[in-house]
């Protein structure tokens, strides 16, 4: 029985045996006892996000093939996890993303261009992590987890009310730094949400040869802490459970574990052939549930979105891709110094020397070139 009202101190650690959800595939609006759906304004923020963020996959994916970015991981289809998680947070809030989550961190306020900038192959981040309380991207499986924990462990230390919302894939559960994140969490009681968005494959390893577990909000239990299953193509559902784990991370509760069932519909990035591993059908069948057109549906059915608000919203996740392209057709200013500037406060003998060595290199070459030009 889902009920909390009937279900023991252990039992509400479990998830539930169907994952949340609040608009089904079709758009229509269902009823759950625990978690209300959002009211019609925060739907419709929502529904701009996922217009943008849809436009921003796009957009990354054709400066892919244009040579303008490095690599592009697409998080189409999972667009109501990326920006369910940017809306779930205050302001004060830490947001840890993934390689994946470019969409999440554009949504928390990072410049599209300095969000992809990794991506491109420029240095470090490209933005400025303080600004906007969004972690540098992290591109190993699981590391941001931890740090994700210290940081949270750090602000309780501090008596701040910071909740840290750290997100990952499914495969990345199978890393041990998954599992020291989340013990480390729940012996020490911090304010961190752990987000997997379950898209069914880590690269080409399908779900059923990263767990036998029944789900992978069932894992929560080992460590003392709630687990919840939603589904991750509906952001109504995202956001109220999420935004319940968040609440209940600022009040005091400790950490919590909340799975989404989502979908990758494109392949892990664009050097991958998705076509070896999986079925065209399959991908198909999840195009059906879709979150832009479940949400666009809903709010058309309701009369909250008019045909002048949808003419906004595209307007606007234009005017973000515009910027995207603008920004990323640019060649960078590159700076070779750049390299030992940022290693450490005060640059060590080792590095200045490596540095002197490099610098007599450019002038050398630069000279030889000069000389061969007159």
């Not at 996890?81 to 004060?92: D, R, S, T």
């Amino acid at each position: 029985m889902d009920d909390e009202r009937f279900r023991s101190p252990e039992d509400r650690l479990l998830p539930r045996r169907e994952p949340v959800q609040l608009i089904d595939a079709s758009g229509v609006g269902t009823t759950d006892e625990q978690f209300p759906r959002p009211d019609a304004e925060t739907l419709l923020t929502a529904y701009r996000g996922l217009v943008e963020g849809r436009r921003i996959n796009d957009q990354a994916s054709a400066l892919v093939r244009q040579g303008r970015l490095a690599v592009y991981p697409s998080s189409h289809g999972q667009e109501a996890c990326q920006v369910g998680a940017a809306l779930a947070l205050a302001e004060g809030d830490w947001l840890f993303p993934t390689y994946r989550d470019s969409v999440a961190v554009i949504a928390r306020g990072v410049p599209a261009a300095e969000a992809l900038v990794l991506l491109k192959g420029d240095w470090h981040s490209g933005y400025d992590v303080r600004a906007h309380h969004v972690a540098p991207q992290a591109t190993p499986l699981a590391t941001q987890l931890l740090h994700a924990v210290g940081f949270a462990y750090a602000a309780k230390r501090r008596g701040e009310d910071t909740v840290v919302l750290a997100l990952c894939g499914d495969g990345a559960t199978s890393e041990g730094d998954f599992h020291e994140a989340l013990n480390f969490a729940a012996v020490f009681h911090v304010p961190v949400v752990f987000f997997v968005q379950n898209n069914g494959f880590a690269i080409s390893v399908p779900l059923s040869r990263q767990t036998a577990a029944p789900s992978l909000a069932h894992k929560a239990i080992g460590y003392g802490i709630p687990g919840q299953r939603v589904d991750g193509n509906d952001i109504a559902a995202v956001l109220a459970v999420l935004g319940e784990a968040v609440e209940r991370a600022r009040s005091g509760g400790g950490p919590s574990l909340v799975e989404a069932h989502t979908y990758r519909m494109q392949a892990h990035t664009n050097a991958d052939d998705d076509t070896r591993y999986r079925e065209r059908a399959e991908v198909q069948s999840w195009i059906e549930r879709d979150p832009l057109t479940r949400l666009r549906a809903h709010l058309r059915d309701t009369g909250a979105l008019t045909p002048e608000l949808e003419e906004e919203y595209a307007a606007a996740a234009e005017e973000t891709a515009t910027a995207m392209r603008e920004a990323l057709n640019e060649d960078a200013d590159i700076d070779p110094e750049d390299l030992f500037r940022f290693v450490t406060e005060a640059r060590s003998p080792q590095l200045e020397e490596q540095w002197q060595l490099l610098r007599r290199e450019i002038e050398h070459t630069a000279d030889a070139t000069a000389g061969g030009a007159r």
